[in-house]
Structures are given as C-alpha cells and as structure tokens.
C-alpha cells in the first residue's frame, strides 16, 4: 500500500505543544487553564485515532518536512509500531490530565502553571518520537523529552527533589551526548541514511561484525530511558517528582519512549535478521534477565510504595526488550504489546499511590493497615491492576506475558521462559501484599479518622483499571499493529 500523505503526524505533535503555550498564557486564569490540558488530549487522541485505518490496513501515513542532509530528513511516519505508542501515549493523556488536576489542587501545589506546560510539552515529544520516521528525528524528540521533563521531577525544588533531578539528568543526558551520538554517527557513516527501513537499515551492509555489535550496544545503552542495567538508578531517583508525573511520564511517555527507541533498532535499523546473525539476540535476554530478576528483588526490599512501583517499572521494562530480541513473532508480539499492558496498568498502580498520598498522607506500605476499607475503589484498583502486573487472566498483562511465554517455547529457549515464571512469582510477592495489608491490616487506632476518596483523582485510577480489564478480554486493536511489526 502507498503511503498516506497527511499533515495529521505533525498535528499530532502541534497539539500538545500548542497546549503548552495555552497553559502559559492562562497562567492568571486556573479554572480555564485546568480545562485545557483534559480538552487538548481528547483532540489529540481523535488525530491518533483517525490515522489508526489506515495503519492497521498495512498502510503508513508520511509528512516529510525539511532535509538536514542527504539520508537524514526531518520527518514523520506513523506505522504499525509507532502507533501502539501513539494511542497508548494519547489515551492516556486524558485520564492523567484529570488526575493532575485533581491532584494538584488537593495539595495546593506550587508553580501549576510550570507543571502543567511541561507536562503537554513532554507528550508533544513523545509523539513526536512516536511518529518519527527516522533516528534523527527520533534523537531530537528523545532530547525534548528530558529536558523538558527535568522541571518535573525537580517540582518540589527541596533537597530530595534537586538530588533526583540531577541524577535523573546525568544519566538521561550523558547516555545520549556520549555512546548514543556515537551509534548515530557510525550508522551515517555505515549506511548513508538515518532512516528506518523494514528488515533493516544495516542488513546487508559492508560492515565488520565487531563494529556493528559496538554500534547497537551503544544505541542499548545510549537509550537509557529503557533502563536496562546498570542504566537504571535515574528511575527509582525519579520518583520524587508528584505522583502524576511518576504515574504518565515514568510509567507511560518517558520509560516507554525508551524501549520504543530499542524496538526501533531492533526492528528497523538492524533487522531481525541482522541481530539473530551478530548473535546479540540471545546476549540482550540474558543482560534484561538479569535486569528483569534483580529489579524484582530490588522491588521486595522497598517499603516506600512509589519505589516499589519505580523497581517494578525497572523490571517490567526489560519484559518489553525481550520480546524483541527473542526473535520469535510470537515473543516479539508479546513484547510489543505489553507496551500497552504494562502502561494501562502501571499507570493505575501510581494514581493509587498518589490518591492514598492525598487521603492519607501515608507513602510507606507498612503504614497503610487497614486502608483498603477506607479506601475501597483506589485499592480495589490497586488490585486489579496488581493482577495485570502478575499476569493474571482477563487482564492485559496475562495477554502479553501468554505470547511472551509461548514465543520462548517457540524460540527454543527454555532459560528465558523460567525468568518469565520466577518474575511473575516475584510479581506476585511484592504487590499482593500490598492489597493484602490494605484490606485485612489491622488499622492503628491513631488513624485519622477522615481518610476518604476523592473523587476527581478517584475516577481517573478507576477508569485506567477498567482499561486493563478490557484491554485483557479485547486485545484485538492491539495484536493487529504488532503483528504488522512482525511481519
């Protein structure tokens, strides 16, 4: 099929962005700028949406903007990989942006307006690399998206907050300005082009196999918003931003940015073909296995709720890096998908740390006896979304983890299917008791006594539970755009 040319790839980047300017400019009128975001997201889903025919018939839709030289073009593309991204990013805009408001009036936090800027101006980057049709363009928005969002996490500007941003910075910033600027360079120099092309840019290229397996190791770790150890520590630092940050940027646009960024040069820069030959397939899932394992245990130790979350997120990551690099279709469907799975549900387990930390005040999951009674619909979606993270049917997460575990049977690979079962035990270990404490805990008698949902931050986690739900007995939408990856 012919491509599609269409300005929507760049309206969909335009939206948010114009957003942000909104947001500025409405700094002295809250009620209207509160409005905007939740109205602006809903737009930039139905641009998403409407470009989703013509992808899920095989098709592409293409805006090329301007050559910066020959082979590196600034311009778009929105295909089958690019929008799974694209819809999980924008779909979920909606929700979260009710959150944050939500949230941030409750606490009465400072400096909404630098918030809230940000925030859309961090979705404009993530769609932008979602869209990006080639690794130029894709470094361009992956750079917009840390810098803008390092206001984010240094929000509460105290001590704790200026430490994480740091860290948060030097990891995301050094990684690209040394190793990942070294792979752009060397695959110009290689291949002429910096565009994504199916089976590969680099198959079939005169190109020693020392060299090309320095330049994806390079492009892996270069991309450390996948956080594939040891380029990790920048997420569980992260954490001190709010809980609406933590919730869409850590655990849908910044980390998801990440791993798309690795499919892309597994799928489009390499080529199946190319890493299955290089041999770096099988190295990939042994290094994501350690990170899957480690990070679970990790998780085990953290009483506070968000780095439990935040090691999990670590955790969850590399599932999606495995999937690929397993080589299989049906591995690297699973890996596609749990794209989505991982961000309906890790996005809910947030919102419910975030509504108990309104409610309560409580951050520590040894402080929470009793407050699943208290707080019945936040931890009633605590669960639900607990259960996606385990794997349990009908949730999104039994979904990729089902094809994950079949395409390790279908590679051959029985080691890796033993690290899927031993992580979904470790799954299981650190977040049921979690609703366990909260449901059957025995609450201290000095509990204040007004501890109660709040609806406006309620409904959000709630609707992102059902989302996990449905996505569990519907995966359909889904399944499709991976298997026009795969194919």
């Avoid at 740091?166 to 990684?175: D, I, N, Q």
């Avoid at 890493?275 to 990790?298: K, N, P, Q």
Wanted: some cysteine; proline content about 4%; aromatic content about 12%.
């Amino acid at each position: 099929m012919d491509p599609v040319i269409s300005i929507r790839p760049l309206l969909a980047v335009a939206v948010p962005g114009l957003t942000a300017v909104a947001v500025l400019l409405l700094n002295n009128r809250e009620k209207i700028r509160d409005l905007v975001s939740p109205l602006a997201a809903i737009v930039l889903f139905a641009i998403v949406a409407s470009m989703a025919p013509t992808v899920l018939a095989g098709g592409t839709v293409d805006l090329r903007l301007f050559e910066i030289l020959p082979g590196a073009d600034f311009a778009f593309r929105a295909d089958a990989l690019g929008m799974v991204f694209a819809t999980v990013s924008s779909l979920l805009w909606i929700v979260a942006a009710v959150y944050s408001v939500g949230y941030m009036r409750h606490l009465n936090e400072h400096a909404q307006t630098r918030f809230f800027a940000c925030f859309a101006t961090s979705l404009a980057a993530a769609v932008g690399g979602a869209f990006a049709a080639n690794l130029f363009t894709l470094v361009i928005f992956y750079e917009v998206l840390s810098l803008v969002t390092y206001p984010l996490v240094y929000h509460h500007e105290d001590e704790e907050g200026w430490a994480g941003s740091r860290k948060y910075l030097v990891y995301l910033m050094g990684a690209s300005k040394s190793v990942l600027l070294a792979a752009l360079a060397l695959t110009y120099s290689i291949a002429g082009s910096l565009d994504f092309v199916a089976g590969g840019l680099l198959e079939g290229v005169d190109a020693s196999a020392p060299l090309l397996t320095v330049v994806y190791f390079c492009y892996l770790f270069g991309f450390a918003k996948a956080a594939v150890m040891p380029m990790h520590a920048w997420l569980p630092a992260a954490m001190v931003a709010p809980t609406p940050v933590s919730a869409l940027l850590h655990a849908v646009a910044v980390v998801k940015m990440g791993v798309f960024c690795v499919l892309r040069v597994v799928f489009h820069v390499f080529g199946v073909g190319l890493v299955g030959e290089l041999g770096l397939g099988i190295a990939t899932a042994y290094l994501v296995s350690f990170t899957i394992l480690m990070a679970s245990v990790y998780a085990l130790t953290r009483d506070d709720l968000k780095a439990r979350l935040a090691y999990s997120t670590v955790s969850q990551l590399s599932y999606i890096v495995l999937g690929a690099v397993l080589l299989s279709p049906v591995a690297m469907v699973g890996g596609i998908i749990h794209i989505a799975a991982h961000a309906f549900s890790k996005i809910t387990l947030f919102f419910c740390a975030g509504s108990i930390y309104c409610a309560s005040g409580k951050r520590n999951i040894s402080d929470m006896a009793g407050i699943g009674r208290r707080l019945p619909w936040t931890m009633g979606a605590f669960f639900v979304a607990s259960l996606s993270m385990i794997g349990v049917p009908p949730t999104a997460g039994f979904v990729s983890k089902w094809y994950l575990t079949l395409g390790s049977v279908e590679a051959g690979q029985i080691a890796f299917l033993v690290v899927l079962l031993v992580s979904s035990i470790l799954n299981a270990a650190y977040f049921l008791p979690v609703s366990y404490v909260a449901f059957f805990g025995t609450e201290p008698q000095e509990s204040r006594t007004t501890v109660r949902e709040i609806p406006m931050i309620t409904i959000p986690l709630v609707a992102t539970a059902i989302l996990s739900v449905l996505m569990g007995i519907f995966p359909d939408y889904f399944l499709t755009l991976a298997d026009g990856v795969v194919r």
